[in-house]
């Protein structure tokens, strides 16, 4: 229903997920401190100028519980369903890595019209994450 109203292709909604991201973020701030094995997620300034929309998490309960107890491949059914969230909203999720295979969950989500949307494909990892790759130029 949702990709009925917004479409991050537009720069009025793709502004208005950034605002809800970074009040997402001012809350986990004091989530935190209650919680401090919640999610931790780092916000960076609205990209103006590309459309682009970033943040990340450097702390997920989700990932530390599996590989606490050795379940990891659980995390792709529960990952992967932001690219397809992100698919309902006209958008593209650009995400190299999560903090199941890296050191974090990095977000950079624009519109699926974006010329940057254009500069990755989404490749599926031998554990079954999907994780966006840049797209190796062609020689011309």
Known sequence: MLGKIFDLNRRRDNRLANRIFKKANDIRVEEIKRFPASFRMGFYDYDDA?????Y???????????????????????????????QKLHACL????????????????????????KEYEL??????LLLSVKKERENV
């Not at 650009?94 to 949307?117: F, Q, V, W």
């Open 50 to 54: 590309n459309g682009v929309v970033r």
């Open 123 to 128: 490749v599926r990892a031998e554990n079954g």
């Open 94 to 117: 650009i995400r190299e890595g999560t903090c199941c295979t890296s050191d974090l969950c990095d977000y950079c989500i624009c519109g699926d019209r974006n010329p940057l949307a």
């Open 56 to 86: 990340s998490f450097t702390q997920c309960p989700n990932a530390e519980f599996a590989k606490r107890h050795h379940l990891e491949d659980v995390l792709p059914l529960m990952c992967n369903c932001d690219h397809l969230a992100m």
